[in-house]
């Protein structure tokens, strides 16, 4: 049985994202050696190997501005307003604006959306506005959204997409603790956090006790 991985600063890069994390973990180890603890899993992650790569805690600051301070409501909001000097949020006063633009009473946001939003706020895009958050609610493959460190960090949610799409796995009456199976022997490995048929029959025994 594979044992969970313990974290330290003797890890390199490499090793520390042969393996899975959850965001807890992550958190915790930013915690621990004083770094930035708000954001993303792929943001904490960054964090994390900044620090395996040698730099020091007090120089490892927050990606994004998380400041809530005079935040936009509705009507404030416009396609020109500027993501970045507006202090832009996706919250609800966002969302209001965004079912209004769309003519829908039960407006929810994309994945690309938010995706987009965290690329302008890390890359300090001082010209993206509003209309390209619509850009992104409407062709969310368009910046090729699945090669970004965002992405990859869905891996469990991938696992079991691919898991499922599989037709041997149809013999399955609950194909998700088939999946969570397979998963956990993925997860504290280090090998590759992606489903392959191969892991049926490696532990064929398991998942169908």
Request: charged share 20%; glycine share 0%.
């Amino acid at each position: 049985m594979n044992q969970r991985l313990q974290f330290s600063l003797q890890l390199n890069c490499q090793e520390f994202q042969q393996y899975y994390w959850y965001k807890q973990e992550l958190q915790e180890i930013c915690r621990q050696y004083h770094l930035p603890v708000n954001g993303t899993k792929a943001e904490l992650t960054q964090y994390i190997l900044r620090l395996l790569q040698g730099e020091k805690p007090q120089a490892i600051k927050p990606l994004r501005n998380t400041s809530t301070t005079f935040l936009l409501t509705a009507n404030q909001i416009t396609l020109k307003t500027k993501l970045l000097a507006s202090n832009f949020r996706l919250n609800d006063q966002a969302r209001q604006f965004f079912a209004n633009y769309f003519h829908k009473e039960n407006f929810h946001f994309k994945k690309s959306m938010a995706i987009k939003l965290r690329a302008v706020q890390q890359n300090q895009d001082q010209n993206a506005t509003v209309q390209d958050l619509v850009e992104a609610y409407i062709h969310p493959n368009a910046s090729k959204i699945n090669n970004t460190d965002e992405e990859k960090t869905y891996q469990w949610n991938n696992f079991v997409k691919d898991f499922c799409a599989d037709p041997q796995t149809e013999k399955f009456p609950n194909k998700l603790k088939a999946a969570a199976i397979l998963w956990k022997h993925v997860r504290d490995s280090n090998l590759p956090k992606t489903y392959t048929s191969p892991l049926l029959t490696k532990y064929a025994q398991e998942i169908n006790a």
